[in-house]
């Protein structure tokens, strides 16, 4: 239905002109009158524009915003690590670390919407699905209470005779606790449904504006909209995960213990039996689950068989033992050596300059900070790298040693029992408990997930934030150490053990040796900023390997 009132030209407006509109432009995003649409139609700018008559034209419920709601700049740029539209600011200061930033009109016009669009309405469907299961398993099993409260109460009849005045004190008490058991649970299961058909609903309103809104649109906008209901979608299948853990969520049945001496100590009973709640899991699987999946192609996970690696140049160094190892956006290294100096080198492997201190390992947090972990010290510190500040001292409880940052939190490894995830200001997010036959020196932060390597005991370990074994990699390390991982989620190992490069796939379930000549103790691994291309350094620093990476 055409809005009520009319739509004026927009060229006109600017001319202090109140023309009415004949058609509506979804590129120009304004209505224009006959005269300025025949000029329109003839330009070359404009003549591809997708246009629609003013009475078929229906305004979007919603404007699908094209800036970023956290900086106000223009979304411009394309995570794949988040897949995420970002603006500049949000790519210094949260995706520092991700590699194949992409232009968000190239990923625009790569993006085929309508198989999005399908693919989120096919999430929505399929929760829906889900949600209306929950919804009547829990109904169902407020009336299997209702009986059982029923039967519990035939029971209570069935002796009722034999016991005499003392039954009728006990009578009411048990009937009164069980049927404050039964509201009890009726009402948080009657919470879940209410909060389950709340969801469903914004769930339909999603699907509606994905019929309604997202045909009319342009292609960005279209895109941005599909994006911010998937997002919406994603976090109602949260929702559902969550609530394994939720005691709503579980099935209730009231049941009673009876009292086999009843009719010998009637005189003597202080109770009838003993009401429990016994609480089974529901089955929140979903018959037929969307994950999310890429957008666009570049997000489909590299095939690391087409995998090579190629030794560019060595470069002599001679730093000493080194610890870490990090390139930073703008090309520049930073190796850190053991419970020693931090050195900043140019690309070529020049020494710039040292910071002094009892270092361990560093990460890049932004443009102009870093992060450092000093052991000794049990503290993490944080780096002004324009003006060589300290900002920021995050004192720890315990010897840190490895570290890696994103989406401004850091990753610390401390001991060889704790990974702890913490903010900017040093306040713990999560703790994880791990065991590792060797310190935490080397771990990596990426996609919510934490991998590390355990020398001692010859594994790479992923787990989720929760703790979680995600996957265990043993085969072919003879001791791995550090770790770097690429735009797909590949994850780069040096294994100083064996002499080799080794790169295992984002699920733990493939892995090539990529070098196997030619190195000597590698230590460390690490990749450009948005290249294929990094650096490999010995145990000793001694040696720096420049090398390349190519698919094909």
């Not at 120009?28 to 404009?46: F, I, P, Q």
């Not at 990923?107 to 929505?124: F, L, P, W």
């Not at 090579?308 to 000493?320: D, F, G, L, S, V």
């Amino acid at each position: 239905m055409a809005s009520s009132k009319p739509i004026p030209c927009g060229p006109c407006i600017e001319v202090k002109v109140n023309t009415k509109a004949d058609i509506w432009c979804y590129n120009c995003d304004e209505g224009l009158c006959s005269t300025c649409s025949g000029h329109h139609r003839r330009s070359k700018g404009t003549r591809d524009h997708k246009i629609i008559g003013i009475k078929s034209y229906k305004p979007s419920v919603q404007v699908i915003e094209t800036q970023c709601d956290k900086h106000g700049q223009q979304l411009n740029l394309y995570c794949p690590s988040h897949l995420m539209p970002c603006c500049d600011q949000c790519i210094s200061r949260s995706h520092s670390k991700c590699t194949g930033i992409k232009s968000l009109a190239s990923v625009v016009e790569k993006t085929k919407i309508e198989k999005s669009k399908e693919s989120v309405e096919k999430e929505i469907n399929s929760i829906l699905q889900l949600l209306g299961k929950i919804v009547n398993d829990k109904s169902q099993n407020i009336k299997r209470g209702k009986q059982e409260y029923e039967s519990i109460k035939e029971f209570i009849v069935e002796i009722r005779n034999e016991i005499d005045k003392h039954l009728i004190h006990l009578e009411k008490k048990i009937c009164n606790e069980a049927d404050t058991i039964l509201n009890e649970e009726k009402s948080k299961a009657t919470d879940l449904i209410t909060e389950i058909e709340e969801k469903q609903k914004n769930l339909k309103k999603m699907q509606d504006q994905l019929h309604s809104v997202i045909p009319h649109a342009s292609k960005l906008q279209s895109f941005l909209g599909v994006h911010q209901i998937e997002q919406k979608v994603h976090q109602c299948q949260r929702y559902i995960d969550d609530l394994d853990k939720d005691d709503r969520a579980k099935e209730f049945t009231i049941k009673m213990k009876e009292n086999n001496e009843v009719e010998k100590i009637i005189k003597k009973l202080g109770s009838l039996g003993e009401l429990t709640v016994v609480e089974t899991d529901m089955d929140l699987k979903k018959e037929t689950s969307v994950r999310r999946e890429a957008q666009v192609e570049s997000q489909e996970q590299s095939n690391i068989n087409n995998m090579t690696i190629n030794i560019e140049k060595k470069i002599q160094i001679n730093i000493r033992e080194i610890s870490d190892m990090i390139c930073l956006m703008d090309g520049r290294l930073i190796i850190v050596e053991w419970v020693d100096k931090v050195n900043l080198l140019t690309p070529d492997g020049k020494l710039l300059k040292k910071l002094p201190g009892e270092a361990f390992s560093v990460t890049q947090i932004n443009q102009n900070t870093i992060a450092i972990t000093y052991p000794y010290e049990k503290a993490i510190k944080i780096f002004n790298m324009e003006n060589e500040t300290v900002t920021k001292v995050i004192t720890l409880d315990k010897y840190c040693y490895g570290l890696s940052s994103s989406d401004d939190s850091l990753v610390v490894g401390l001991s060889r029992d704790e990974i702890r995830i913490i903010d900017l200001e040093g306040n713990t997010l999560k703790s994880i408990q791990v065991k590792s036959e060797s310190y935490l020196f080397h771990l990596v932060y990426c996609n919510d997930r934490v991998i590390y390597s355990d020398y001692d005991g010859k594994a790479v370990y992923c787990v989720d934030q929760s703790g979680k074994q995600i996957w265990q990699y043993t085969q072919d390390l003879s001791g791995p150490k550090g770790l770097c991982t690429d735009t797909y989620g590949n994850i780069f190992v040096a294994d100083c053990g064996s002499n080799r490069i080794i790169v295992i796939s984002k699920d733990g379930k493939e892995s090539k040796v990529l070098l196997s000549d030619g190195l000597k103790n590698p230590r460390c691994i690490c990749l450009k900023q948005n290249e294929f291309s990094g650096f490999i350094c010995d145990c000793t620093g001694k040696d720096l390997t420049k090398f390349n990476l190519s698919s094909g």
